[in-house]
T-cell receptor
């Protein structure tokens, strides 16, 4: 079965640089979520999209922005990177907001040096 | 506020024994409670979930129970195997569909 696809899988950036993470949800899933997971921590919700509109926002810094495109893929844009942004970034998709089941992608490991 | 507490933080069992992980949540309106298994450096994998209109759900060696009155839910793994070793996260939804996770339990199953 098709799964969530994320790219790139690994990304190394320097402080103050920008990064763009991409997520391709499972086909026919209309809801996308972004989570950030620091070392040894639980995933923290950043932002979600339903039918290409932002549906919820969590603890996402103002330096980050995201959007969902017409083909339902989503991109997380991160600017003015800080050392503390180093983490695993997961995208998850769900068949619908009312379903609640979320299936995670393999993640992007971002390292800021 | 939106909060999920998870215990224990680490759990070591002998192969073949049972393992139980417990979570409590803060809002009685919560209605969806999934459990995820995460191996080191890998994605969280949905292993079982339960909704607020059900008290128990079972899938082979894994079961989840929900006590809405006490606002807690538990994961039960029977006949544990070394490949069950991982970090397990409980989660809950609070009024929206975003997941709030517990702090995780590192389960080690010794052969």
């Amino acid at each position: 079965a098709a799964g969530v696809i994320q790219s790139p899988r690994h990304l190394i950036k320097e402080k103050r640089e920008t990064a763009t993470l991409k997520c391709y949800p499972i086909p026919r899933h209309d809801t996308v979520y972004w989570y950030q997971q620091g070392p040894g921590q639980d995933p923290q919700f950043l932002i979600s999209f339903y039918e290409k509109m932002q549906s919820d926002k969590g603890s996402i810094p103002d330096r980050f922005s995201a959007q969902q495109f017409s083909d339902y893929h989503s991109e997380l844009n991160m600017s003015s990177l800080e050392l503390g942004d180093s983490a695993l970034y997961f995208c998850a998709s769900s068949p619908s907001r009312d379903n609640y089941e979320q299936y995670f992608g393999p993640g992007t490991r971002l390292t800021v040096t | 506020g939106e909060n999920v507490e998870q215990h224990p933080s680490t759990l070591s069992v002998q192969e073949g024994d049972s393992a139980v992980i417990k979570c409590t949540y803060s809002d009685s309106a919560s209605n969806y409670f999934p459990w995820y298994k995460q191996e080191l450096g890998k994605r969280p994998q949905l292993i079982i979930d339960i909704r607020s209109n059900v008290g128990e759900k079972k899938d082979q060696r894994i079961a989840v129970t929900l006590n809405k009155t006490a606002k807690h839910f538990s994961l039960h793994i029977t006949e544990t195997q070394p490949e069950d070793s991982a970090v397990y996260f409980c989660a809950a939804t609070f009024h929206t569909d975003k997941l709030i996770f517990g702090t995780g339990t590192r389960l080690q199953v010794f052969p």
